[in-house]
């Protein structure tokens, strides 16, 4: 180190930072060998604050105004230096400055779509895209816990964390919140201030605090887009008959038009395809064409159960002589096809008539 140096680094008794940059959230101040003259003036401006570090140990915080570096300004530095009352001589340490202004318009989105349960559409997939702002609120926790000894740390070094955090706590937002998604765009602001809510705890583990997050825009994928402006025109159209007749009734009160001719067009192809439609019915010389006759009732088979085997099929006429000689009773298990499992011939409502039906008892002789 030159004399020049030398001269210069023992009379700079001003530490203070200047920030011309719009993205530097901390500088660290460099000086040679970190030392500081003791009694130096400290200036921190309004929108920083200076962190002092000593031998890898966090130190005293000054937030905004003009300080002496004296014993009676730095009580965590002296009690780590074990200073006396007397001490005068320069004392090493690192300053950091850090800039607790707002940084603004910052990006996030989502950059694969969310799967989302709509109480209306169902499963959704959801895009979203906005801006926040952020600032240090515990410069001493954003230095230990995110700088480290980064002598220059920018915004776009922690962005992308803070955009991952938002987005992570959008898609658990959005799945508790049971806003349907046709009513989301309606209550952007509120699930932006919830989302910040939500948001805020992880970020003060890191000393950071977001003022201001707001959701530009929530976005369903394009094939469910295209059926919601279907739906959205059907009602506006309301109802549809009432819609054709006063299309018909306009086109037809100006036939000079277009669409005067148009509709004529219309109306003449849709009374050919009535007239046709017509012809089919009565058929092609008048009168009614001939209905055909409705297909036969279909004819059950039955299965008997007893005695452990089965026996048949037989048919309705077959069961009923069975009845009229006894083989058959109302306690015999049957099964057709399409019938649920085995039942008594007086579950059965087709075969419980046959018993009815049984003549009387023949007259004495």
Do not use: C
């Not at 309606?186 to 948001?199: D, F, H, P, V, Y």
């Not at 805020?200 to 394009?222: M, Q, R, V, W």
């Amino acid at each position: 180190m030159g004399i020049l140096d030398f001269l210069t680094g023992e009379f700079i008794d001003v530490i203070h930072w200047v920030d011309d940059t719009r993205d530097t959230m901390v500088w660290r101040f460099e000086r040679e060998a970190h030392e500081i003259k003791y009694g130096a003036k400290l200036t921190v401006r309004e929108g920083q604050a200076a962190v002092f570090v000593h031998e890898g140990q966090l130190a005293d915080v000054f937030t905004p105004g003009l300080y002496m570096l004296e014993t009676n300004n730095m009580p965590i530095l002296t009690t780590l230096m074990h200073w006396d009352h007397g001490f005068r001589s320069p004392f090493k340490s690192e300053i950091y400055y850090v800039n607790t202004t707002r940084f603004s318009d910052l990006k996030w989105g989502t950059k694969n779509p969310i799967i989302a349960r709509d109480p209306e559409f169902g499963p959704v997939r959801l895009r979203a895209y906005g801006t926040y702002s952020v600032k240090v609120s515990d410069p001493a926790k954003f230095l230990v816990e995110i700088v480290g000894t980064d002598g220059e740390f920018t915004m776009d070094e922690i962005s992308y964390q803070i955009r991952n955090i938002i987005v992570q706590e959008f898609s658990r937002t959005i799945s508790r919140s049971g806003i349907p998604v046709l009513d989301m765009a309606a209550n952007t602001r509120e699930l932006g201030q919830l989302l910040a809510k939500e948001i805020a705890p992880t970020l003060a583990e890191y000393g950071l605090e977001i003022p201001e997050l707001y959701i530009e825009n929530i976005s369903l994928p394009e094939a469910v887009e295209k059926v919601l402006d279907k739906r959205t025109s059907m009602g506006v159209i309301g109802n549809l008959n009432e819609y054709t007749a006063f299309q018909a009734a306009e086109a037809l009160g100006n036939p000079g038009s277009g669409a005067g001719e148009a509709m004529s067009a219309g109306m003449g192809a849709g009374m050919g395809m009535a007239m046709a439609a017509q012809q089919m019915q009565t058929g092609p010389w008048g009168g009614s064409a001939a209905t055909p006759p409705p297909p036969p009732p279909v004819e059950h088979v039955w299965h008997i159960a007893e005695a452990g085997k089965t026996t048949g099929p037989f048919s309705k006429a077959d069961l009923g002589q069975m009845i009229a000689n006894g083989k058959l009773t109302r306690d015999t298990y049957l099964w057709t096809q399409g019938q649920d499992g085995w039942k008594t011939a007086d579950e059965i409502t087709e075969l419980a008539q046959l018993f009815t039906i049984m003549p009387p008892p023949p007259p004495a002789g």
